[in-house]
């Protein structure tokens, strides 16, 4: 399959934890870097090996070599959009230069595979949905140019050298591993599923909805929400091709075609969890397109993938499911 190990980078945080579970369940060798300043080091599995780095430190070369590491799924980097308004260049930092330092120690070290987590934030406001990866690329916040910004690098990176790539570019990640293994811990999430999963339990007396004027069925902002076991299965089909075919680059929308407004997000959690969730009516969010769904018939046709988990109450039980075995974690342990 793959003579060596996969590195995840970022694999404690919530995408790469459920990256990590998915590569081990197909059978791969992990290890993983993660500095933890969002993630847990109880989010890694027991079966990948784990080390506390940044990835631009300047050991990840030797971290390469001592693993025997032949592919590189690219997780770690910082995900909050306004705040990559607030502080450019956090994200030109995080995700752009220390993601140039990561390709330089990937060729220096002779790493021939490399998946990065992408995002349909590259696209900024889009012309048409849904969107297809040869629609304009013009993002709307440093966030969206961070990552596009890494997508050019390893284009040119893959032309000079023995390195092939994928880019996923991911639309609206929610849900938890279905057997309870991981989830989305993050403190602070901004995200509509955690929230809404968050005033399920408790945490929140009530959801705000972030705008009702859209040109959108029932005026609420549409996305396309894809589970994030679906997406980290992805990842593993996509590591496979990069794998079979050691010429060829993809660039590949990770979504699931279909969107759902927040009304109807909002709706799936009061049926799911048997309650009614006060919805607060408030103004747009700075930023927010109206309609954000993937075109993913390149994905579906290119990698060996289909999804398994394309159902808004199913993705919304696992969020729950997830968010009250967090709520009853020790505090200590959650907040570390
Ligand atoms: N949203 C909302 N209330 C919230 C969080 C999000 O109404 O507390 C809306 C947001 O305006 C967007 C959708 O839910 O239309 C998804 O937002 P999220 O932050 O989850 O992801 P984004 O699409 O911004 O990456």
């Not at 971290?63 to 030109?92: C, N, Q, T, W």
């Not at 991911?170 to 602070?188: C, E, H, I, L």
């Not at 397109?289 to 988990?309: C, F, G, M």
């Amino acid at each position: 399959m793959l003579d060596g190990k996969v590195m995840v980078t970022g694999g404690a945080g919530y995408i790469g934890s459920h990256a990590v579970l998915a590569l081990l369940d197909a059978g791969f060798e992990v290890v993983v870097i993660d500095n933890l300043v969002t993630g847990f080091d109880w989010a890694v599995d027991g079966r990948a090996a784990f080390v506390e780095m940044a990835v631009e430190d300047p050991r990840v070369p030797g971290v390469l070599a001592e693993h025997g590491v032949r592919a590189i799924m690219h997780f770690a980097g910082s995900v909050v959009v306004p705040e990559s308004v607030s502080d450019p260049l956090k994200y030109y930092r995080n995700n752009t230069a220390a993601t140039r330092s990561l390709i330089e120690s990937a060729v220096t070290a002779g790493v021939p595979h490399f998946i990065f987590s992408s995002t349909a934030a590259t696209y900024g406001t889009p012309e048409r949905v849904p969107i297809s990866e040869s629609d304009p690329t013009r993002p709307i916040n440093p966030y969206g140019m961070s990552k596009l910004m890494t997508e050019t690098m390893l284009r040119d990176v893959a032309a000079a050298h023995p390195i092939n790539y994928a880019c996923l570019r991911y639309f609206n990640v929610a849900g938890a591993d279905p057997q309870g293994r991981s989830g989305q811990s993050t403190v602070g999430a901004t995200h509509l599923i955690k929230i809404a999963v968050e005033a399920a339990t408790g945490k929140r007396d009530a959801v705000s909805v972030f705008g009702t004027d859209f040109e959108t069925r029932d005026g609420t902002g549409v996305r396309d929400y894809i589970h994030v076991s679906d997406l980290a299965e992805a990842h593993v089909a996509a590591l496979k091709l990069l794998i079979a075919q050691p010429g060829e680059s993809h660039i590949l929308n990770a979504g699931y075609g279909r969107g759902f407004s927040v009304m109807e997000v909002l709706d799936a959690v009061d049926r799911v969890t048997n309650m009614t969730i006060e919805r607060r009516l408030e103004g747009r969010r700075a930023g927010d397109p109206a309609e954000l769904v993937a075109d993913n018939s390149a994905i579906l046709k290119t990698i060996d993938w289909a999804p398994k988990r394309d159902d808004l109450d199913g993705i919304v039980k696992d969020a729950l499911a997830w968010e009250r075995a967090l709520a009853e974690r020790a505090p200590a342990e959650r907040g570390r």
